[in-house]
Antibody
Framework: QVQLQQWGAGLLKPSETLSLTCAVYGGSFGTYYWSWIRQPPGKGLEWIGEIYHSGTTNYNPSLKSRVTISVDTSKNQFSLKLTSVTAADTAVYYC???????????????????WGRGTTVTVSS | DIQMTQSPSTLSASVGDRVTITCRASQSIRRWLAWYQQKPGKAPNLLIYDASSLESGVPSRFSGSGSGTEFTLTISSLQPDDFATYYCQQYKSYYTFGQGTKLEIK
């Protein structure tokens, strides 16, 4: 049974860099995409970006200029960095595994099937 | 960007009721749609993928249907554990979620 354990700083000041890590236990790491998603207080879910074990990344265009997702395959971990945070970045941040749904006309599709418990990040001066 | 719109935003129902939540995509996403259940303070939990495939371990009272731009999640007979918020998500082009439907006890 795969489990995702995440950690990182929970309180930041404006302009600082958010840094979170997610470790994968109990399952294969190298055959999945891995994502970060966030949820502001009382609001819906927003996808931040994803990474494959090879290091290939994709980011939400709205956050792309501030986001870096990296992977450490030796530790079965992946990490999120979000620079220049503001109060609008206050949210619960989740890591998640993406399962392959299959392909259609040469494109592949993935959905999130296992989620971490979430890390609350508050940005406040 | 593909926008996802859920309706209703809030739904009041009783144990034993049959309920349906609708999700509409701003463009065709074929069947690349998932449904999640989220309870307060918890991570989302996958219920349905590929519009109508039931995730392993999810009770059979949950079902999904639809394709293209219109999708539904149906709970055939509400149980006390089902009162939660439900999100649809498209995965045809990156990932976007609906705004959520809060299912409340009437």
């Amino acid at each position: 049974q795969v489990q995702l354990q995440q950690w990182g700083a929970g309180l930041l000041k404006p302009s600082e860099t958010l840094s979170l890590t997610c470790a994968v236990y109990g399952g294969s790491f190298g055959t999945y995409y891995w994502s970060w998603i966030r949820q502001p207080p009382g609001k819906g879910l927003e996808w931040i970006g994803e990474i494959y074990h090879s290091g290939t990344t994709n980011y939400n265009p709205s956050l792309k200029s501030r986001v870096t997702i990296s992977v450490d395959t030796s530790k079965n971990q992946f990490s999120l960095k979000l620079t220049s945070v503001t109060a609008a970045d206050t949210a619960v941040y989740y890591c998640a595994r993406e399962r392959d749904s299959g392909s259609y006309l040469g494109d592949y599709y993935y959905y999130m099937d296992v989620w971490g418990r979430g890390t609350t990040v508050t940005v406040s001066s | 960007d593909i926008q996802m719109t859920q309706s209703p935003s809030t739904l009041s129902a009783s144990v034993g009721d049959r309920v349906t939540i609708t999700c509409r995509a701003s463009q065709s996403i074929r069947r690349w749609l998932a449904w999640y259940q989220q309870k307060p303070g918890k991570a989302p939990n996958l219920l349905i993928y590929d519009a109508s495939s039931l995730e392993s371990g999810v009770p059979s009272r949950f079902s999904g249907s639809g394709s293209g731009t219109e999708f539904t999640l149906t709970i055939s007979s509400l149980q006390p554990d089902d009162f939660a918020t439900y999100y649809c998500q498209q995965y045809k082009s990156y990932y976007t979620f609906g705004q959520g439907t809060k299912l409340e006890i009437k």
